[in-house]
């Protein structure tokens, strides 16, 4: 079993810089990808990236690609998601996951996931 838990949600304006934080326990994290999803309110679940836990390889989704960046720190069993240039749009509930099987760009691959942080920004 793996929890994660994320942190670092919050209430920005819009042009304004938010880090995100992902802790997992239980079982290491360090063999397979860790992704960022968010969700809007009425909205389906969307990739913002992944992130290779062993070879540090990363990818994002069009939306954010030149904004966001996800870094990890294996000792810590911990990814992050660094969001710059925050715009209203990027207002969601914010989602780490792991364990993905099959495509990790798609959030039914996933085996496990965090509760979600919101981020809000304003215009």
């Known amino acids: 079993q793996v929890q994660l838990v994320e942190s670092g949600g919050g209430l920005v304006q819009a042009g304004d810089s938010l880090r995100l934080s992902c802790a997992a326990s239980?079982?290491?994290?360090?063999?397979?990808?860790m992704g960022w999803f968010r969700q809007a309110p009425g909205k389906e679940r969307d990739f913002v990236g992944a992130?290779?836990?062993?070879?540090?390889?990363?990818y994002y989704g069009a939306s954010v690609k030149g904004r966001f960046t996800i870094s990890r720190d294996v000792a810590k069993n911990t990814v992050y998601l660094q969001m710059n240039s925050l715009k209203p749009e990027d207002t969601a509930v914010y989602y780490c996951?792991?364990?993905?099987?099959?495509?990790?760009?798609?959030?039914?691959?996933?085996?496990?996931w965090g509760q979600g942080t919101q981020v809000t920004v304003s215009s």
């Open positions: 239980g079982r290491t994290v360090s063999s397979y990808p």
């Open positions: 992130i290779s836990m062993s070879s540090g390889t990363r």
């Open positions: 996951a792991a364990d993905p099987s099959g495509n990790s760009r798609y959030p039914e691959a996933y085996k496990y």
